[in-house]
Each structure stands twice: as structure tokens, then as C-alpha cells.
């Protein structure tokens, strides 16, 4: 079986930063592309950010490029987001995803198992 667990969210002010970490357990992921999702309520959800397997590739959103950065430490079976100049439009629960068939989606249906997610809360 395989599990994802997000961390990091919080309540913060607009300008500020957070980092979110995505542990995932059951299965190695060097070898499958990763990617950050968020929902904000009454919304879709949205693809954030994107890595290949080695990190070497990376893909963002129009809305967070030059704003957030996503990475990865394969030895640690983890996923990062760093968000930076957070807005409260970004305001959501954020989820990280594993992509079994190397489809570097940018829509939910392209990823494979998915995190419970993580609330991140932006206020003005």
C-alpha cells in the first residue's frame, strides 16, 4: 500500500512563507514524477507545481512561478513546497500526488494516489 502524508499548512499573513513536505510511504519514489495540487472551497482542483523523478525537471502554475518552488529528496521519500509571498487567493488545502506512469499531467486525472492534504490559510 501506498500513502502520502502532507504537512506544513498553517494560518499566516499575506507576504508571508511556508514550506510543505510530502512523506510517502509504501512505495520508493525515484522513479516517478511528483506535483502539488491545491482546492480552494467551491473550486476546482488546481495543479500547482510539477518534478521529474531526479528533479531535474520542474513545472509551475502561471499564478505561483517566481512565487513558489517545488523539489525533492528521493533518499528521504519526500516532496517539498516552498511558498513564498503567499496572497490570500492561494489560500487552500494543498495536496501532493505520485504519477505511476511518467504523464507529467497537469489534471487530476493524470495522477495516481494523492495525499489527504494540507490547509494553508492566507489572510489579508
Known amino acids: 500500500q501506498v500513502q502520502l502524508v502532507e504537512s506544513g499548512g498553517g494560518l499566516v499573513q499575506a507576504g508571508d512563507s511556508l514550506s510543505l513536505s510530502c512523506v510517502v510511504s509504501g512505495r520508493t519514489i525515484g522513479a516517478y514524477h511528483m506535483a502539488w495540487f491545491r482546492q480552494a472551497p467551491e473550486k476546482e482542483r488546481e495543479f500547482v507545481g510539477g518534478i521529474s523523478w531526479n528533479g531535474g525537471s520542474t513545472y509551475y502554475a502561471d499564478s505561483v512561478k517566481g512565487r513558489f518552488t517545488i523539489s525533492r529528496e528521493n533518499a528521504k521519500n519526500t516532496a517539498y513546497l516552498q511558498m513564498n509571498s503567499l496572497k490570500p487567493e492561494d489560500t487552500a488545502v494543498y495536496y501532493c500526488?505520485?504519477?505511476?506512469?511518467?504523464?507529467?499531467?497537469?489534471?487530476?486525472?493524470?495522477?495516481?494516489?494523492w495525499g489527504r492534504g494540507t490547509q494553508v490559510t492566507v489572510s489579508s
Open positions: 500526488a505520485l504519477d505511476f506512469r511518467l504523464r507529467a499531467g497537469l489534471t487530476r486525472d493524470k495522477y495516481d494516489v
